[in-house]
């Protein structure tokens, strides 16, 4: 069965430190990936996308996600968060050449001075 | 150009009535789809749309339905509502020219008493 996996449900970090968010897919293929950001009460924001070629991927927000095939993993990075970073990510996958996301369960980043 | 817009962005209803949640998609784009989010989890996929014709069904009763106009704006209906439908309605739309790119409304919250 497909499946999307952020072991992380919540990570609590200081400003200025370095973050990562792991998440791990079970797929058939290779599918599409992607991390999204969610703050309170509003909808999703596209941080980055990975279809192919270069397997280190650079988003918006100084957010970075590597591709790893051999490990079914695709985690969200950045070197340094600011406070403005605090709010609820999401992975999602989906299958080539189809709309249709299947996200995991996401990972809450607390910031804290 | 004017992001995925949606209205209402709060609605309350009662048990077993009807409720209609609408979607403009980014100007240009086909591909309109819907996704529940229930508090504390991950975005699951309702329905997705492409050019008026359904594309895809996520694992959902039959209580909920939706449709493409011509204009490629997008309704989302549920009837009989339960309170387990109590949630925050995503609609997302996509085109072709930005590959497999999933643009993410701010979501209708539907709360159900």
């Known amino acids: 069965a497909q499946s999307v996996t952020q072991p992380d449900i919540h990570i609590t970090v200081s400003e200025g430190a370095s973050l990562e968010l792991r998440c791990n897919y079970s797929y058939g293929a290779t599918p599409y990936l992607f991390w999204y950001v969610q703050s309170p009460g509003q909808g999703l924001q596209l941080l980055l996308k990975y279809f192919s070629g270069d397997t280190l991927v650079q988003g918006i927000k100084g957010f970075e996600a590597e591709f790893k095939r051999s490990q079914s993993s695709f985690n969200l990075r950045k070197p340094s968060v600011h406070w403005s970073d605090a709010a609820e990510y999401f992975c999602?996958?989906?299958?080539?050449?189809?709309?249709?996301?299947?996200f995991g369960a996401g990972t809450t980043v607390t910031v804290r001075a | 150009d004017a992001g995925v817009t949606q209205s209402p962005t709060h609605l309350i209803k009662t048990r077993g009535q009807q409720v209609t949640l609408r979607c403009s998609p980014i100007?240009?784009?086909?591909?309109v789809s819907w996704y529940q989010q229930v508090l504390g989890q991950g975005p699951q996929f309702i329905f997705q749309?492409?050019?008026?014709?359904?594309?895809g069904r996520g694992n959902f009763p039959d209580r909920f339905s939706a449709r493409q106009f011509p204009n490629y704006s997008s309704e989302l209906n549920v009837n009989a509502l339960l309170l387990g439908d109590s949630a925050l309605y995503l609609c997302?739309?996509?085109?072709?020219?930005?590959?497999?790119?999933?643009?993410f409304g701010e979501g209708s919250w539907l709360t159900v008493v």
């Open positions: 999602a996958v989906a299958p080539r050449g189809d709309y249709k996301l299947s």
């Open positions: 749309y492409y050019e008026k014709e359904e594309r």
């Open positions: 100007s240009g784009h086909k591909s």
């Open positions: 997302a739309s996509s085109h072709e020219s930005s590959g497999n790119t999933i643009y």
